[in-house]
């Protein structure tokens, strides 16, 4: 009788997610036949979100890519012919080493374009970055999800740290603000959901009534953009009532009487215009989170990066990253604020990406969220060379940057040599010059760190890559050697690079044994102060910021287009993920394509009301930018004058073959260049 062999393979989950789950795979005579949640993982627990619970769908799907392409119709209509990985090599070597032969400053026309599709450090830019750096390429401002949130956390507590995940579950009061954690952060929710068991309050903070904002006890529904504005009025009733913590701000802070200054000129009846609230909305916030001070009870905000999707991200999130100290909620290990954990790891970047290899050149940066206009720029003294090569891996720019129209009209450009490395033919790999099969995670090794956590996770394969396809690091070490590139850096494999990603700072053998390692760090990390900032201390006025001609203390920024401010385009709309994708991700799994339906627009029934819509309609969502279309649903998730356009469908599955981001601009956040996707004026009419 024949007998099937079955084992079980520990991996990491690659999505952009702050979960970062440790995964268990089971195969089965080399199929895999099942994904799951590793129980031994404390914060996985066994468990994971749905869309991966679909990956082996995704990995054996019917359109996955297989073998190498070449274009043979026009750019975007999709039309490819199978070659040989040796002919597209040959080809793809040739076209560059033409564009690097031109001038010294020629390699800078070559750009690579990446980003989370796999959060991994090796598939990510491992041997990729070694890669571009021994060209000479562009470098790449990878801005498109985090950076204003991020600088805000370096100029703020010194670098992106916070609370230890877990000790959530110990809060008292637990404030969820700009985040939808039922369903992007599934993990903390679990923790935040002890904590409620045990008896502490639940604030959700948020312009769309999530599915995290049904489980809280309380729901603010604020406008897009006014964060900064709510976080000052809570300081301006913090010290009215004078719910300090005098020791902490004397001893650990500094910039104290200059923010006490700013936040006393924003009282609640202020902000409360602002941000589209009552002030008494306001007031009790305040006193739930000052009540914290008397009582020694732990407080603790979990913020994510929808809120500093905006002009003003950054300094809102300064604003709220303050808070903690104020009221001395870092004392305790189940008190002060999370944004991003990826600051604790200890990462070997040099010694993994290799920026020795540029050999003193200093080539441009390209801001990833302006990819549209920047594919549209001529050669120039203050640009550069114009860019006459793309490399896509880890990313789908066409459906996910912004003002896509120009990101179209970019990818469109005869002169505009494009590689793509995908698994499936998505928007932007219909515009390629080559595809180039890639691995899916359960094919390939990969180490990982998390923004959600502190533990060290590895990916081992489970199963042998199918068809052609081969790891991102693979198609980079091959591309080099057909570049004549001979470092040996170009030859370690993929193992190699996943034990050279943290060194002797954590144990391989451990990661090989069980998948994941904890980091040590401290439970209270700053309730003696010791802030990774130059001055040790919570630095309310940065003179790092000062010194570069920016304001040192954090302030409420305004929307690049505040609400009111158009009567052409009076609606706000932001676009947060849709339950069933990650960004671009899983939008071709049918399985939950049909869970998430068609594209959608949620409005308040007001809003419709005064636009004679109803559910159902096919409606025309526009501005200046351009034109979507999509079917309308009135829901109570909306709160008047906001849109919510649920995203990111791929353009080619629209309804006119657009996705929200035809809408969305290329204007920047106020620091760290980020996008500004969640600021964004629109009007919304019957589709004809």
């Known amino acids: 009788m024949y007998s099937v062999t079955t084992t079980q393979v520990l991996g990491a989950c690659p999505h952009d997610c702050p979960d970062t789950c440790s995964l268990l795979t089971t195969v089965a005579d080399g199929v895999a036949t099942k994904v799951q949640g590793n129980p031994k993982h404390p914060h996985t627990a066994g468990f994971v979100c749905t869309k991966v619970l679909r990956y082996t769908e995704r990995t054996y799907h019917p359109q996955r890519l297989l073998h190498p392409l070449k274009r043979v119709g026009a750019k975007g209509a999709g039309q490819f012919e199978r070659v040989s990985w040796e002919a597209a090599l040959q080809d793809i070597a040739a076209r560059l080493q033409a564009i690097v032969r031109r001038s010294p400053e020629a390699a800078q026309?070559?750009?690579?374009?990446?980003?989370?599709?796999?959060?991994?450090?090796?598939?990510?830019?491992?041997?990729?970055?070694?890669?571009?750096?021994?060209?000479?390429?562009?470098?790449?401002?990878?801005?498109?999800?985090?950076?204003?949130?991020?600088?805000?956390?370096?100029?703020?507590?010194?670098?992106?740290?916070?609370?230890?995940?877990?000790?959530?579950?110990?809060?008292?009061?637990?404030?969820?603000?700009?985040?939808?954690?039922?369903?992007?952060?599934?993990?903390?929710w679990r923790y935040a959901q002890k904590a409620k068991h045990s008896g502490a309050k639940l604030i959700c903070i948020d312009p769309r009534r999530t599915e995290t904002a049904d489980k809280c006890d309380e729901h603010i529904a604020l406008l897009p953009g006014t964060d900064g504005a709510l976080a000052l009025a809570l300081m301006h009733e913090l010290i009215k009532n004078d719910w300090l913590d005098h020791d902490y701000l004397v001893r650990y802070t500094l910039g104290w009487d200059l923010l006490r200054e700013r936040a006393l000129q924003w009282p609640p009846e202020r902000a409360a215009l602002v941000c589209g609230i009552t002030p008494e909305q306001i007031r009790a916030l305040a006193a739930d989170y000052g009540a914290c001070v008397a009582t020694g009870q732990a407080a603790a905000i979990r913020i994510n990066y929808g809120l500093q999707r905006v002009h003003g991200g950054a300094n809102a999130v300064r604003l709220i990253a303050s808070l903690p100290a104020l009221i001395g909620a870092w004392r305790q290990r189940a008190g002060g604020m999370l944004l991003s954990s990826s600051g604790a790891f200890p990462i070997q970047k040099a010694v993994l990406q290799r920026p020795d290899l540029l050999a003193g050149r200093t080539p441009r940066s390209i801001n990833m969220a302006t990819i549209g206009n920047d594919l549209l720029r001529p050669t120039s003294k203050d640009f550069g060379p114009a860019i006459k090569a793309l490399i896509v891996y880890d990313s789908n720019p066409v459906a996910i940057a912004p003002e896509s129209a120009k990101v179209v009209q970019g990818f469109s450009r005869p002169d505009l040599f494009t590689v793509v490395l995908e698994q499936f033919q998505t928007d932007t790999a219909d515009y390629a010059d080559y595809i180039l099969p890639a691995t899916t995670q359960l094919e390939h090794w990969d180490v990982h760190a998390s923004y959600g956590h502190t533990d060290v996770l590895l990916n081992q394969p489970a199963i042998a890559p199918l068809g052609e396809a081969k790891?991102?690091?693979?198609?980079?070490?091959?591309?080099?050697?057909?570049?004549?590139?001979?470092?040996?850096?170009?030859?370690?494999?993929?193992?190699?690079?996943?034990?050279?990603?943290?060194?002797?700072?954590?144990?391989?053998?451990?990661?090989?044994?069980?998948?994941?390692?904890?980091?040590?760090?401290?439970?209270?990390?700053?309730?003696?102060?010791?802030?990774?900032?130059?001055?040790?201390?919570?630095?309310?006025?940065?003179?790092?910021?000062?010194?570069?001609?920016?304001?040192?203390?954090?302030?409420?920024?305004?929307?690049?287009?505040?609400?009111?401010?158009?009567?052409?385009?009076?609606?706000?709309?932001?676009?947060?993920?849709?339950?069933?994708?990650?960004?671009?991700?899983?939008?071709?799994?049918?399985?939950?394509?049909?869970?998430?339906?068609?594209?959608?627009?949620?409005?308040?029934?007001?809003?419709?009301?005064?636009?004679?819509?109803?559910?159902?309609?096919?409606?025309?969502?526009?501005?200046?930018?351009?034109?979507?279309?999509?079917?309308?649903?009135?829901?109570?998730?909306?709160?008047t004058g906001v849109v919510y356009g649920l995203s990111v469908w791929w353009r080619k599955l629209g309804l006119n073959g657009t996705n929200v981001n035809q809408l969305t601009s290329q204007n920047l956040t106020d620091l760290g260049a980020g996008p500004t996707f969640y600021d964004c004026l629109v009007q919304v009419e019957k589709a004809n």
């Open 109 to 188: 026309a070559v750009v690579p374009y990446s980003y989370a599709g796999t959060m991994g450090l090796v598939q990510g830019e491992g041997m990729a970055a070694r890669f571009f750096h021994k060209l000479g390429a562009s470098l790449l401002y990878r801005t498109i999800c985090s950076t204003a949130g991020g600088e805000a956390l370096t100029y703020t507590l010194g670098a992106k740290v916070g609370m230890r995940l877990e000790f959530f579950a110990e809060s008292k009061l637990i404030l969820i603000w700009g985040s939808n954690s039922v369903t992007s952060n599934l993990h903390f």
């Open 471 to 639: 790891p991102n690091a693979q198609i980079f070490r091959e591309l080099a050697a057909h570049m004549g590139y001979t470092e040996p850096c170009f030859a370690e494999d993929d193992l190699t690079l996943c034990r050279t990603a943290y060194g002797n700072a954590v144990n391989f053998d451990k990661l090989l044994d069980q998948g994941f390692v904890t980091l040590t760090t401290k439970e209270a990390p700053f309730a003696d102060g010791n802030f990774p900032t130059p001055s040790g201390q919570c630095e309310f006025f940065s003179e790092r910021l000062a010194a570069l001609g920016f304001d040192g203390l954090p302030d409420h920024v305004p929307n690049h287009e505040a609400f009111n401010s158009s009567p052409q385009y009076p609606l706000a709309m932001i676009s947060p993920p849709a339950r069933n994708f990650l960004n671009s991700t899983f939008v071709n799994v049918q399985s939950l394509r049909e869970l998430q339906g068609e594209p959608l627009l949620e409005m308040h029934a007001l809003d419709a009301a005064a636009r004679g819509l109803q559910s159902g309609d096919t409606v025309r969502v526009f501005n200046q930018r351009g034109v979507y279309l999509c079917k309308l649903k009135i829901s109570p998730r909306a709160r």
